[in-house]
């Protein structure tokens, strides 16, 4: 690091050589369109890059960022709600892997498009928990970010994942 760097650029590049892979999965839990999906990326990282000014250390540096990956999530969503579900230009289809190379690869890649398919159709809140969820933080961490007790976060969790199980398939319906 340079003498001349300030500590809000030293946080920023802590912040995404310890949680980029992290953000950019969540980012991905966001938004589907590549395009998007990048922009979004883009507009996540200043927006940290921004707010590090203010960080003071009440809290870790990735409950930070996933608050600020929360708003900036939030925002996005509310921006394209609505919006109809993209096609692919032809050059797009001609980029789609070879599913014939490995069939069980290509099982599980359509397993967790299916969840991810479900997830993106979930209520903003509902969806960043599972997102949330998937990247393996507790229900007091999820509780920090979101502003939600901990209690609520967890009994969420549990009913997104029943949901998320019925509609796969995973557990049956009482009749």
Known sequence: MSASSSPQDQLYREALQSHGAELARFVGGYERDPARRQELQQDLQLAIWQSLAGFRGDCSL???????????????????????????????????????QDPGQTERRLDLQRILALVHRLKPLDRELMLLYLEDLDAAGMAEITGLSARNVATKIHRIKAVLATQLGLKRNAP
């Open 62 to 100: 990735r409950t930070w960022v996933y608050r600020v990956a929360h708003n900036v999530g939030a925002r996005h969503v509310q921006q394209h709600a609505g919006r109809a579900q993209q096609m692919l230009a032809l050059e797009e289809a001609e980029q789609l892997p070879d599913e014939r």
